[in-house]
């Protein structure tokens, strides 16, 4: 049990090492992002807070390399895959978060709608494997 | 401090109403670190600095960002009043969360954890330091939360508990060292899921996390040091698009004194007298608009709306965005907070407001001259260059016309494009639309209700943690390069597509 532990531990170092050398920074293995608040298929009348939810990493500003830390961003309708040789995009559709913040104010016009949440690295690269939410569709009154 | 001064002017007249007592209600928050003096044992010189640099780089901002006053810091711990119950957890929220990632890479008994303690009282602030009943019971629940926690009194838990959507576990009322009454105690759980987990299997949660963190933790360990010595080699790498062979290229960035007919008696100015330049400084290539009226905005976007009259006065703009020579000469200087790697004809990046502002303050003092940041309804003026229509060349979207996200035809264009690369607008000015998005003076407004019309900054009301980037980047497409387009961005973070481009009053 002992040996395989070590076994287990020198090749996650490994992996770890090879990961950082090529594109993305490594995600914790069992990190996981979710929205706190709304859920899928939550009706919402006007703007609302939305909550990040994030397990097994750690929230912390944009330009700051600590393992196992990111910063949130909150995609709205977006349908383009995620590019992970790329910074997250910047613009009305790609919010970010890179004051540490784990909850927005949220203002969309009236119809149904996509969210979804991609944790950024230092430099607002997603992790490897991306850290990404579930993508939910609320609808605005 | 105020009344103190006005005695010594005129005497103790007796027209000051003297502040006898001042108290106020206040969100007091306060955080200890968890075996400090255990930590110190262990490593004392590195214990010290490590937290002074939490406090420095995590404690201090948070504090900030949400609006509250740190009242002191003592060896292991701070202290801080807010005016909003709702602001201070979410601050204390913060700092948990930061430190899970700090702690992260480093090995369990090196842990620096914070409990945190909220409460709704009433204080008396004197001489820079806070006194009262509320302030110890703030104390009293930081002493009784487990590491890593935040525990709030159920004063804070009636006003924040149907505005933070948390998990809030109700640990009963406490008797607690000193206080007469029973304080209500709750537990705040950022996650609210936790608290399910929490209670139902916590002995298998526990072995699989202590697993988990042991590869974790040393895996992240070696990967942080390999990283740190990484990036201490590499310097700053700032635009990641840009092609490596560039990138690693770190520039000299001389200052070159050709064409400088109006270069100005630098030396007059003595906040350089201690730093000589050995050569005049280039100042960026400017041009000169006359002043006039123009139709701000646009209906093409609810933040663009109302569109509304603006009179602006005659001033001068950058003809770029400042490159990547101008911004290294100011690093040159100590004065810039960083060498940026690449072509040196190149529009700068990875800029956030502050950056453009040092920037500005530098080129101002050196220079004598009111160099700033333009504007938001100055910008979108020049960028219009008398035009009403969608793009400074018509309605109709053009090809090859800006430097936006599949806007040049010519395929594999290196990225950003050198300045001037592009057709000027009628006042000459390029790239006033795609290339790399431009930080300027305004906080952001989510729209234009109350906007000034007089071409000033709108900083009033706004929310000045964001500021306005106009221009839209190679990375947007055509909509985000229209005149009009606006958006925003935390000011203290950097993202790799933002630039800036400079402003003078006459």
């Not at chain 2, 602001?87 to 700090?102: D, L, N, W, Y």
Request: with cysteine; charged share 20%; aromatic share 8%.
């Amino acid at each position: 049990m002992e040996i395989i532990k070590v076994i287990a531990l020198s090749a996650t170092l490994s992996l770890l090492s090879f990961a950082a050398h090529a594109q993305g920074t490594p995600a914790a293995k069992d990190a996981y992002l979710y929205f706190v608040w709304p859920q899928d298929g939550t009706v919402i009348k006007g703007a609302f807070w939305a909550r990040f939810g994030l397990r097994n990493m750690g929230v912390t500003h944009a330009g700051d390399n600590f393992a196992n830390a990111g910063h949130h961003h909150l995609l709205i309708d977006v349908n383009d895959p995620l590019d992970p040789k790329e910074p997250i995009p910047q613009d009305k559709s790609h919010l970010h978060f890179g004051a540490g913040q784990t909850e927005a104010r949220i203002e969309l016009p009236p119809g149904k709608h996509t969210l979804q949440l991609v944790l950024g690295d230092a430099k607002h690269y997603p992790f490897d494997p991306p850290v990404v939410s579930k993508k939910i569709t609320v609808t605005i009154k | 401090m105020r009344g103190e001064i006005r005695h010594i002017h005129s005497g103790n007249d007796g027209d000051t109403p003297h502040e006898a007592t001042p108290r106020r209600l206040a969100a007091i928050i306060a955080g200890d670190i968890s075996g400090y003096s255990r930590l110190m044992q262990i490593d004392e010189e590195g214990t010290y600095a490590r937290v002074k640099r939490i406090e420095r780089d995590l404690v201090e901002p948070t504090i900030a960002e949400h609006h509250g006053r740190l009242i002191k810091t003592t060896g292991d711990g701070f202290l801080a009043i807010f005016d909003s119950p709702v602001e201070a957890v979410r601050c204390g929220i913060v700092i948990q969360q930061s430190m899970v990632g700090r702690n992260a890479s480093l090995p369990r008994q090196h842990w620096i954890v914070y409990r945190i303690g909220v409460n709704l009282g009433d204080v008396i602030i004197e001489d820079g330091d806070i006194y009262g009943d509320g302030v110890n019971v703030a104390a009293r629940l930081e002493g009784i939360a487990q590491p890593g926690q935040i525990y709030i009194s159920g004063g804070i838990y009636e006003q924040v508990k149907h505005k933070l959507v948390c998990g809030y576990q109700s640990l009963g009322d406490r008797q607690v060292k000193n206080i007469t009454d029973p304080v209500r105690v709750y537990r705040v759980l950022p996650d609210p899921s936790a608290l399910m987990e929490g209670r139902i299997r916590p002995v298998i949660a526990l072995l699989i996390a202590g697993t988990v963190c042991l590869l974790a933790v040393a895996g992240g360990a070696f990967w942080y040091l390999w990283i740190r010595s990484d990036s201490h080699m590499a310097g700053r790498t700032p635009a990641p698009v840009s092609a490596p062979a560039e990138v690693a290229k770190v520039t000299p960035a001389p200052v070159v004194p050709q064409a400088a007919p109006k270069t100005p008696a630098t030396t007059a100015t003595p906040a350089i007298k201690q730093q000589p330049s050995p050569q005049p400084i280039r100042e960026p290539e400017m041009i000169s608009l006359p002043g006039g009226n123009f139709a701000m905005g646009s209906n093409d976007d609810i933040s663009e709306k109302p569109v509304h009259q603006v009179a602006i006065k005659p001033f001068s703009i950058g003809k770029h965005p400042v490159t990547i020579r101008e911004w290294n000469a100011c690093a040159d200087a100590k004065a810039c907070g960083f060498t940026a790697a690449g072509k040196e004809d190149a529009p700068v990046t990875d800029i956030n407001w502050n950056d453009a502002k040092q920037f500005v303050t530098w080129l101002a003092q050196v220079t004598g001259k009111k160099y700033r940041l333009p504007t938001e309804a100055e910008w979108e003026y020049a960028a219009r260059g008398g035009t009403q229509t969608k793009y400074w060349w018509g309605d109709q979207f053009q090809s090859d016309m800006v430097n936006c996200k599949n806007c040049i035809a010519a395929a594999a264009v290196e990225q950003p494009m050198k300045i001037g690369s592009l057709k000027a607008n009628p006042f000459g000015l390029h790239d006033m639309g795609g290339g790399v998005d431009q930080w300027v003076e305004d906080c952001w407004h989510k729209n234009y209700q109350g906007a000034p019309s007089d071409g000033s900054a709108w900083v009033a009301d706004g929310d000045c943690s964001s500021r306005v980037i106009r221009s839209g980047s190679w990375r947007n497409d055509a909509r985000s390069a229209r005149p009009a387009s606006r958006d925003r961005y935390d000011a203290v973070v950097r993202y790799p597509t933002h630039g800036f481009r400079i402003a003078l009053s006459p």
